[in-house]
Structure formats: structure tokens, C-alpha cells
């Protein structure tokens, strides 16, 4: 049903499309399955690996085509899945890791996006019924590679892996051992860091491909304070600054383990190229008390920042970007802003500031509440020391999904004066602008069996037990 909460002036609704009736199971806490069977339920196979998937539908939605949407390996998705679920199933990491080192790109490919070294973004079969519809509307080929931080994030959890066991870096996948494919990887991002902004942006190869190339990919989820759309060509967002700095010195760790040719440089520059991104950081999204949510270049070529307050900076306390003690200052206006009520709600940390322009409290990247991103900010906060904070966050994300019969990926920003979640697709055009007759879906249920936020209630359990 449409909430006049989430319609702006000036646009038209041209679809208001119910997926969920208020009968519905989900809406009864009591049918939440419980966390093992959760688990289970989202644990597919790729590559002959076991992996968890990036959502799968309930049995009684089976023939729901939105909620049949995600049931494949996503290199994102997984890899974070994974390391939530470490103490749980910990053969998983490796197992993703290894199944994406598998399909790892080898060559430069506008269709797929593939480039050599990069990490795939999706893993469908030619047989996938999403699969055909992306080849037929979007020209996409599978593999998908349209993601920019699933490199990164690959790189990090081997590493991790690595400080366990630095034998597996001798793996052989595809005829490469896991640590030339690190090598590969490294050589990925070295590349992509030759920008004008000098970090990682999203720029797509397939015009029809995804635009914003991190975990927030919808379209309209980068943009200035006046709610006016980033350009699309050039988008480098904050969180991934933070996970390219430790990709970097990753890669250096790994490096250090297994000495090569094949390793684009040496581990010194690595670390100093950290150094460098951790500058452009200051530089380009630092505005004397607060940061953005990313920088893009105008028409101009000169650079600007998204001077939106969002979830996405509370991500660097996620990362080691901030670690060093003379960015104390810079952490703590992180942490007053994903601890206040702009940011903060009863569902847990929203997307986007309800002081925006943009903020619709149903809208996928614009003011919803995402577990899985409220735990990685909760792992943050508890990793520089603010437990009280980081306690806050955790309870009202895991009492958002006790109140729920699933583990949605995720929640209106605006419960409890609204339901926990949107039950309807709404799509609208604008009726003047640029962006006049320009189609947008702004709202759409949930996944209701989420891998990331099976493994967020996860975290969620350990925390707080």
C-alpha cells in the first residue's frame, strides 16, 4: 500500500503494485524461522563450493518473482555474509573466496564488465530466470562484474584468512594459486585508482549496466544536499575509500607472505599508496565538521563533494582507514551522526538523514534501515571503543527483526508510525525537470530471507549474549 510519506512534490505514481497482503505470515513474528534453519535455508552451491547465497524466498513465496531476485552467488553479498557468519560456519569464508578466485576476471569485456583481476559481482547460470531477463533487456553477460568493491572486500577476508592459516594462499584455483589471483586483484585496483579523484569510481563499461557500483547501487542513491542526482560518471562513494585502504595494505600483508613477479609492485608502495588514498580522503569528502557521502567531478572535471549525511560514513569505522589517533575528531562527528535521530530510528540506522531533501522513509537507499549496515557500523563503534553506542545500534536492529516473521533486507525508516516494511512496488515519473517522464521505482519490499541479514542477527546474537 502507498505511504504518502514516500511521494514527492511533483511526482506521478504510475504503479502501486501490493506483493504483500496484511494476511501475510511475515507480518507474525512467531513464523520467523529460526537462526540454524536460516542459515540453512540461504546455503547454496557454486563452482562444486558451498556458499551462501544473497537471498532466497520463503517456500510460500516460491512463485513470487520479487522475492526470487537474489538466489545466486554475488561477490559482495557473499563475502560479508560470510565473514558475519565466521563462528557459525566458518569454512564459508574460504569457500566464498575460493568460489569467486574461480569465475575471477581474466579479460576486458563491456557486456559483462569483466576486467583481469576484477571480482564478479554476480554469478548466474545461462538457465536463470533473471539471467535471461538481463541478457535480453540489459545486454548483460554472466559472470557480472559491475561492482567495485567486491575486489576489494575479496582481498580483505583473504588476508584474514591468511593470518589464520597462510597455507591456503597456496590453493590452486583455475590453475592459479589463491595468492597470484590476489596478485591479479591487486593489479585491479592499481588501475582503477587512475582517476582524477585518485580513488576507485563507478564507471560502467555496459551503458545499461549498474551505475552506482557499491552496496548502494540503486539510481538514485548518490546525491547533493539539495536532492539533485549525482552525474553517474564518476561517483567515488566514502565507504569504499575506506574498504580500498585496507584492500591496499591487505594486499601488502599477502605480499609479504608470497614474494613474486607477478605482484604489480612492492609492498612499500602499497602501504604508501594506502597513505595516499587515506589523504584524498581528507581532501575530497572532509568539510570541517562532518564528511560526505562521496565526490564526483561536475562538468567541469573539477571535483565535488555529496554533502549528504547518510549511513555510508559510519562505514569507515568499519575500516582502518580513521585507526591513527589524530582522527579522533573525524570519529567522533561519525558517531554523533549514526547515533542521532536523524540517522538513528526504531528500525535501526537509516540510509539517508530524514533532514534530506532526498529521505523517503520507503525508499530502498534513501532512508530505510538496513541490519546488515547498521552491524557493520555496530562492528565499528566497538572496534574504536564506543560500546554504548555500538550497544544502542545493535538493540534496535535485532528487536526490528524479532518483530518480524523473516530476516528482510530491510526495514521503513519511519516504524513504528508505519509497518516495518513497504509492502508494495510503487514506480512514479516526475512531471517537469531533467528527469521529467524519467521512470523510478522509489519503493519495494524487502527480500525476506536476506543472507546479509541472516548473518547481521547473527552478529547481533553473539553481541548482545
Avoid at 504503479?15 to 537462526?35: H, M
Avoid at 570541517?288 to 555510508?312: C, I, M, V, W, Y
Wanted: with cysteine.
Amino acid at each position: 500500500m502507498l505511504i504518502e510519506s514516500d511521494i514527492k512534490p511533483g511526482e506521478v505514481v504510475i504503479q502501486d503494485k501490493e506483493v504483500f497482503a496484511a494476511n501475510d505470515p511475515i507480518f507474525d513474528a512467531s513464523t520467523r524461522p529460526a537462526l540454524g534453519d536460516a542459515i540453512k535455508m540461504i546455503v547454496g552451491v557454486q563452482g562444486g563450493f558451498e556458499i551462501p547465497f544473497a537471498a532466497v524466498p520463503l517456500q510460500r513465496h516460491a512463485n513470487l518473482a520479487e522475492q526470487n531476485l537474489y538466489r545466486c552467488l554475488f561477490g559482495r553479498d557473499s563475502l560479508l555474509i560470510a565473514d558475519l557468519l565466521r563462528n557459525r560456519r566458518p569454512e564459508l569464508r574460504l569457500n566464498v573466496v575460493s568460489a569467486l578466485a574461480d569465475v575471477q576476471g581474466t579479460q576486458f569485456d563491456p557486456s559483462s564488465e569483466e576486467e583481469p583481476g576484477r571480482i564478479a559481482h554476480e554469478v548466474r547460470n545461462d538457465h536463470d530466470a533473471r539471467a535471461i531477463e538481463l541478457m535480453a533487456s540489459a545486454n548483460w553477460k554472466f559472470p557480472y562484474f559491475g561492482a567495485v568493491d567486491a575486489t576489494l572486500i575479496w582481498l580483505r577476508i583473504l588476508r584474514d584468512l591468511t593470518r589464520e592459516d597462510a597455507k591456503i594462499l597456496d590453493i590452486e584455483i583455475q590453475g592459479s594459486r589463491l595468492w597470484e589471483h590476489a596478485a591479479e586483484a591487486t593489479s585491479w585496483i592499481l588501475r582503477r585508482l587512475g582517476t582524477p579523484s585518485g580513488l576507485i569510481e563507478s564507471a560502467r563499461s555496459n551503458q545499461n549496466g549498474i551505475t552506482n557500483q557499491v552496496w548502494k547501487d540503486s539510481g538514485d542513491s548518490y546525491m547533493h544536499s539539495d536532492g539533485t542526482l549525482a552525474r553517474g560518471d564518476s561517483t567515488a562513494s566514502i565507504e569504499t575509500v575506506g574498504e580500498t585502504y585496507d584492500a591496499l595494505l591487505a594486499a601488502s600483508e599477502i605480499q609479504d607472505l608470497r614474494p613474486g613477479v607477478l605482484w604489480p609492485t612492492d609492498s612499500a608502495t602499497l602501504n604508501e599508496l594506502a597513505r595516499e588514498v587515506q589523504t584524498r580522503l581528507m581532501d575530497l569528502m572532509w568539510l570541517e565538521d562532518h564528511f560526505a557521502l562521496g565526490t564526483e567531478r561536475d562538468k567541469k572535471g573539477l571535483q565535488r563533494p555529496l554533502d549528504s549525511q547518510a549511513s555510508n560514513q559510519g562505514r569507515l569505522l568499519d575500516s582502518l582507514i580513521l585507526a591513527d589517533e589524530k582522527f579522533a575528531k573525524h570519529r567522533e562527528a561519525i558517531v554523533r551522526a549514526v547515533s542521532g535521530p536523524d540517522l538513528l530510528g526504531e528500525s535501526g540506522l537509516r540510509t539517508l538523514s530524514t533532514q534530506h531533501a532526498a529521505y523517503r522513509p520507503g525508499g530502498y537507499h534513501t532512508g530505510s534501515a538496513w541490519p546488515m549496515d547498521g552491524v557493520f557500523v555496530a562492528r565499528g563503534l566497538v572496534r574504536h571503543g564506543y560500546i554504548e553506542a555500538a550497544k544502542l545500534l545493535a538493540s534496535r536492529t535485532k528487536k526490528a527483526i524479532e518483530s518480524f516473521g523473516g530476516y528482510p533486507e530491510f526495514f521503513r525508516g519511519d516504524w513504528p508510525a508505519h509497518g516495518l516494511i513497504t509492502t508494495s512496488v510503487v514506480d512514479i515519473v516526475q512531471e517537469s525537470g531533467d528527469t521529467k517522464d524519467h521512470r523510478n521505482r522509489i519503493c519495494q519490499p524487502p527480500q525476506i530471507i536476506q543472507g546479509w541479514t541472516v548473518g547481521a542477527y547473527a552478529w547481533l546474537d553473539e553481541f548482545t549474549s
